[in-house]
């Protein structure tokens, strides 16, 4: 079954409008989430590392105040798109790997975005 | 941000036939995986390799991490139906809560 799942799987809505999508840890502690954004037949590409209790540290080329990450628990990160507009439409994965192991990533399975 | 070099970019096989994918990168990985992603859907691990040289097997998808570090190859034999998808390669440094670098993808088609 998921082990990190992500809400919600699609968004449509108007430009200008902020989205929060969510994604959780299931019965794992997860001290680092990681976000990443996927264009139309294209690879992942890591947005930013989501650090529980921390501020979040973002790639280069990556606004962190059009992209705003909480990372407020220890199975809860979420990254707040603000003020979107066409281009932001995309699809937006999270990942999760168990505290303090060396265990490799759980993706989610994205949530497909789209701006009007 | 960078990505690894994946080849090839698409496939186009018959069923039963073997595929062979491979990665290269121009730094050192110490963990390689290897992920497969269906429309719509995030990546899902098929196969993590912690060891240079290391070959390890999921049922009929086989993996080796390149004794350079910088390169890793994935084999799926007597391929099927529900092989199609894009698979995409990853590394890693040490740990399991280090950000990956992913490859550029190869797109799996299976001609009926």
């Known amino acids: 079954g998921a082990v990190v799942s992500q809400h919600p799987s699609r968004v449509i809505c108007k430009s200008g409008t902020s989205v929060k999508i969510e994604c959780r840890s299931l019965?794992?502690?997860?001290?680092?989430m990681f976000w990443y954004r996927q264009f139309p037949k294209q690879s992942l590409m890591l947005m930013a590392t989501s650090n529980e209790g921390s501020k979040a540290t973002y790639e280069q080329g990556v606004e962190k105040d059009k992209f705003l990450i909480n990372h407020a628990s220890l199975t809860l990160s979420t990254l707040t798109v603000t003020s979107a507009h066409p281009e932001d439409s995309s699809f937006y994965i999270c990942s999760a790997t168990r505290q303090d192991s060396n265990q490799p990533q759980h993706f989610g399975d994205g949530t497909r975005l789209s701006i009007l | 941000g960078q990505q690894l070099n994946q080849s090839p970019q698409s496939m186009f096989i018959q069923e039963g036939e073997d595929v062979s994918m491979n990665c290269t990168s121009s730094?050192?990985?110490?963990?390689w995986l290897w992920y497969k992603q269906d429309p719509g859907e995030g990546p899902v691990l098929l196969i993590a390799?912690?060891?240079?040289?290391e070959l390890t097997s999921n049922g009929r998808l086989t993996a080796q991490f390149g004794i350079t570090r910088k390169d890793s190859f994935l084999n799926i034999s007597a391929s099927i139906p529900s092989d199609v998808g894009i698979y995409f390669c990853a590394g890693q440094g040490n740990f399991g809560n280090e950000k990956l670098t992913f490859g550029t993808g190869t797109r799996l088609t299976i001609i009926p």
């Open positions: 390799l912690y060891k240079a040289g």
């Open positions: 019965d794992f502690q997860a001290t680092t």
């Open positions: 730094s050192i990985f110490n963990t």
